[in-house]
């Protein structure tokens, strides 16, 4: 596996408490992304950083928030979680120079 | 818009036999594309791409994939099935609007299931 860690692997939170997910990497890679995976929907792409403190919206932003203060350290916030964010998240790094990303094990998280 | 298909939620098939997973794609130019492999309760894993070059794709574990720019696919293939390749497959393009983001778009997904 790529050195990707992603922590909690599971969480159960109950709605409107805030909940922060967390990837790790030790590539040293330049591009982080986090996607949500629902069935019938594939995966989605949250937010995506493409360095330190540089980040931008994915397809399915809203009610997330990101940081990247470190290039190993990915955040993703879920300020005031809701049941339809119950779902399971995938980290994934890429390097500049590389066409494919890696992806981490998941967080599944469920929101009750 | 920028879309990945895949038409089949399940594909079966007996170990031994060929197998088949397809994926169609929306694209503007050139496209970039990626068949990832989900096995349960794990991450995803890359298999191969297709970039440039050769239509056919070799990848990990025997698979490869067949690039056609007329029909717009890029289906998944093996010789012989085996049991340990039921999982979750997933087809992916790069979103070409975004210059080097490497952002992905991926199709829903088709569980193969290789029976004994």
């Known amino acids: 596996d790529a050195g990707i860690t992603q922590s909690p692997r599971h969480k159960v939170t109950e709605t409107g408490t805030p909940v922060t997910l967390r990837c790790h990497q030790t590539?040293?890679?330049?591009?982080m992304y986090w996607y949500r995976q629902d069935p019938g929907h594939g995966l989605r792409l949250i937010h995506y950083?493409?360095?330190?403190?540089?980040?931008d919206k994915g397809e399915v932003s809203d009610g997330y928030s990101v940081s990247r203060s470190k290039t190993e350290d990915f955040l993703l916030t879920l300020e005031s979680a809701t049941s339809s964010q119950t779902s399971v998240y995938f980290c994934?790094?890429?390097?500049?120079?590389?066409?494919?990303?890696?992806f981490g094990q998941g967080t599944r998280l469920t929101v009750v | 818009a920028q879309s990945v298909a895949q038409p089949e939620d399940q594909v079966n098939v007996a170990e031994g036999n060929p197998l088949t997973v397809k994926c169609t794609y929306s694209v503007s130019g050139n496209p970039y594309l990626f068949w990832y492999v989900q096995y349960p309760n794990r991450g995803l894993q890359f298999l191969l791409k297709?970039?440039?070059?050769?239509?056919l794709v070799k990848g990990s574990y025997g698979f490869e994939a067949e690039f056609n720019k007329s029909q717009t696919s890029f289906h998944l293939k093996k010789p012989s099935a085996l049991v340990s390749d039921s999982a979750l497959y997933f087809c992916?393009?790069?979103?070409?609007?975004?210059?080097?983001?490497?952002?992905?778009?991926f199709g829903q997904g088709t569980t193969l299931q290789v029976k004994p």
């Open positions: 950083s493409y360095g330190v403190k540089d980040t």
């Open positions: 994934a790094i890429r390097s500049g120079e590389a066409t494919e990303a890696f």
């Open positions: 297709y970039i440039t070059g050769d239509n």
């Open positions: 992916a393009v790069r979103d070409m609007r975004s210059g080097n983001t490497g952002k992905l778009i």
């Open positions: 590539e040293n890679h330049r591009y």
